[in-house]
Nanobody, 122 residues
Framework: QVQLVESGGGLVQAGGSLRLSCAASGRTFSTYAMGWFRHAPGKEREFVAAISWSPGSTYYADSVKCRFTISRDNAKNMVYLQMHNLRPEDTAVYYC???????????????WGKGTLVTVSS
């Protein structure tokens, strides 16, 4: 069982930066691939970024490449999403999720957090 709690969301101006954190419970955290997803009002939930079990492999949605960085610290059971050059279209609730399968979709994840709201003003 893995419980995930996101933090770090808030209001930021366009062009600004935020770092989201995801704290995971459980001693098996390092055996899970982790992902960030987001859900904006009126839009479908979308994938943002993923990282494999050891911090060796990552990939990103095209919309956030070169602006967002996913990382993890297995010793601290933490996953991070560093976001730079934020745009109004990045406004969404951001969710952390865990899966035994690297690179799966939202429905394929095993555990999900409750989300943290990021609002980017223009």
């Amino acid at each position: 069982q893995v419980q995930l709690v996101e933090s770090g969301g808030g209001l930021v101006q366009a062009g600004g930066s935020l770092r989201l954190s995801c704290a995971a419970s459980g001693r098996t955290f390092s055996t899970y691939a982790m992902g960030w997803f987001r859900h904006a009002p009126g839009k479908e939930r979308e994938f943002v970024a993923a990282i494999s079990w050891s911090p060796g492999s990552t990939y990103y949605a095209d919309s956030v490449k070169c602006r967002f960085t996913i990382s993890r610290d297995n010793a601290k059971n933490m996953v991070y999403l560093q976001m730079h050059n934020l745009r109004p279209e990045d406004t969404a609730v951001y969710y952390c999720a865990a899966s035994k399968v690297y690179g799966t979709t939202w429905d394929g994840m095993d555990y999900w957090g409750k989300g943290t709201l990021v609002t980017v003003s223009s």
